[in-house]
């Protein structure tokens, strides 16, 4: 108890050693992660921001600079980049991190990779625990980048105070896609590369979509890896999100879903799972279904 105390203290004073540890126990479920997550001291006014996008939108590199640009601010900021979740060890595969290779040594940024582990939005149960440790650590803002975004993987809007859209001038032909599903979770949307041609219209055609919307929703347009528009985008990210009471109540219904999906689940071992299954394959007449039937 005097340990875990001891960590909690540390990582209230910023001690990034300190967040390492906790949030590989978190991760992990190795103990006392349950009770550090009952212990610890939540700030819950940290806005946490929400990226999502297509792959190939510039997400990593528009968090580069967003968080390169806020650390000149004197800001104190968490990236959590969210991976794919290897099929075959159950890491992550892409590693975002890398992309941020300027940022590793600055003492005011922390960055951390989680794989997805099976969640189809990119946020799983040990995302939202990981979002409330790093929300001990005394940052001013944690930015939180998914793997990519579809009409289904929206789940980044029950975690986040604000969610942005980044989009590309390629991307015109998604325009339906964003209308009948993202406009629910988008607080702002980001043209990257808006140095491109047919970034102008893109970035026009998107202000029409969102001008019928009852709470206007900003679109912005970056390049990212130039710097440009990023000081636009920044000053947005620092403003109070508008908090809905009722919205904010069915979210944290889903992240409560979330927690008691994953313990509920916590004596399914994957590893014991997919030993199982590579025996069963020997039977010509393997079946998933009936299977499954014996670990429900």
Known sequence: MNTLKSLITE??????????????????????????????????????????????????????????????????????????TSPFNFGSLL????????????????????????????????TIEIVDVLKAGGFDLILVETVGVGQSEVEIAGLADKTIVVLVPESGDEIQQIKSGLMEIAQGFVVNKADREGADTY?????????????????????ADKAQGIAELCEW???????????????????????????????????????????????PGFNIYRFTDNWV
Request: glycine share 8%; hydrophobic share 45%.
């Open 95 to 126: 590693g975002d991190r890398i992309r941020m290779a300027q940022l590793f040594n600055h003492p005011g940024v922390y960055i951390r990779s989680l794989a997805t582990r099976g969640a189809l939005g990119g946020i799983s149960a040990k």
């Open 11 to 84: 990582i209230g004073r910023g001690s990034f050693n300190a967040l390492a540890r906790a949030i590989t126990l978190v991760e992990n479920d190795i103990a006392p992660a349950a009770e550090l997550l009952r212990a610890i001291n939540t700030d819950t006014k940290v806005p946490v921001i929400g990226i999502t996008g297509p792959p190939g939108a510039g997400k990593s590199t528009l968090v580069n600079a967003v968080t390169a640009a806020l650390v000149k601010q004197g800001k104190k900021v968490a990236i959590l980049a969210i991976d794919p």
């Open 203 to 223: 970035a026009n055609n998107l202000k029409k979509l969102v001008h019928h919307q009852q709470n206007q929703i900003p679109v912005f347009k970056t390049v």
């Open 237 to 283: 990210l620092l403003q109070p999100a508008l908090r809905d009471n009722e919205r904010k109540s069915y979210l944290l219904t889903e992240k409560a879903f979330k927690i008691i999906q994953h313990y509920r689940m916590a004596d399914v071992d994957r590893k014991q799972l997919h030993g199982k299954i590579r025996e069963a394959l020997k039977d």
